[in-house]
């Protein structure tokens, strides 16, 4: 079945590059996506990627997917310490068109001052 | 604009006593969903909803039931409460149509079962 892969953790000094790496299982995956968690709230989407598509940039975020591995990367530049969340990794199902994403572990990024 | 709303945000449980969570969305959205989060394993489907009156398995519904009676709430039952369901219960919404993707989510509910 489908299975999205992610480490847990990350922390990185205030102003540094962040890169978040994720690994899914699915080809047949039409979007992947970013969401990030705050402390106390629900997932908001962070950005996503087309699946034809090898880079996205927007503003601070890139988003890098390499469909060969399989695996999907966010960076973000000049990390700040609102950057400082949960970061869950999802891919469509895309078997059927009920919306339905399956979401790694989520990786905690601990930005230090 | 209040988007996805969900109530009760906290209740502690004992082992076999019943409850429903309710979840409002003001977004028009078809599609609703059901996740539960636990630590390391991410956001898991518990079940979801295409429309008004229809309801599918997610890929965790044992224990749970769900009802879209009316297009904005969905429902999350619990008829007999376990240990094992303790966890942080998010609904979500989307569009049915231009899918990218984007879910909305509320805040989350935190359920103890003792």
């Known amino acids: 079945g489908e299975d999205v892969e992610q480490s847990l953790f990350l922390s990185v000094r205030e102003g540094d590059s962040s890169v978040i790496n994720c690994t899914y299982t699915?080809?047949?995956?039409?979007?992947l996506y970013w969401y990030k968690q705050e402390p106390g709230a629900g997932l908001q989407l962070l950005t996503y990627?087309?699946?034809?598509?090898d880079m996205k940039q927007d503003q601070r975020l890139t988003v890098l997917l390499n469909k060969k591995d399989k695996h999907l990367s966010l960076r973000i530049a000049d990390t700040q310490t609102g950057d400082s969340a949960i970061y869950f990794c999802?891919?469509?199902?895309?078997?059927?068109?009920?919306?339905?994403?399956?979401f790694g572990q989520g990786t905690t990024l601990q930005v230090k001052p | 604009n209040a988007g996805v709303t969900q109530t009760p945000k906290f209740r502690v449980l004992k082992t076999g006593q019943s409850m429903t969570l309710l979840c409002a969305q003001d977004?028009?959205?078809?599609?609703m969903y059901w996740y539960r989060q636990d630590p390391g394993m991410g956001l898991r489907l518990i079940h979801y909803?295409?429309?008004?009156?229809?309801?599918a398995k997610g890929e965790v519904p044992d224990g749970y039931n769900v009802s879209r009676l009316k297009k904005q709430n969905f429902l999350l039952g619990l008829e007999s409460a376990a240990p094992s369901q303790t966890s942080v219960y998010f609904c979500?919404?989307?569009?049915?149509?231009?899918?990218?993707?984007?879910?909305?989510f509320g805040e989350g509910s935190r359920l103890t079962v003792l």
């Open positions: 979500a919404s989307s569009y049915s149509s231009a899918w990218s993707g984007e879910l909305f």
């Open positions: 699915d080809s047949s995956s039409t979007y």
């Open positions: 990627i087309f699946s034809n598509m």
């Open positions: 999802a891919e469509s199902t895309g078997s059927s068109n009920t919306g339905k994403l399956i």
């Open positions: 977004m028009n959205h078809e599609y």
């Open positions: 909803s295409v429309g008004e009156g229809t309801t």
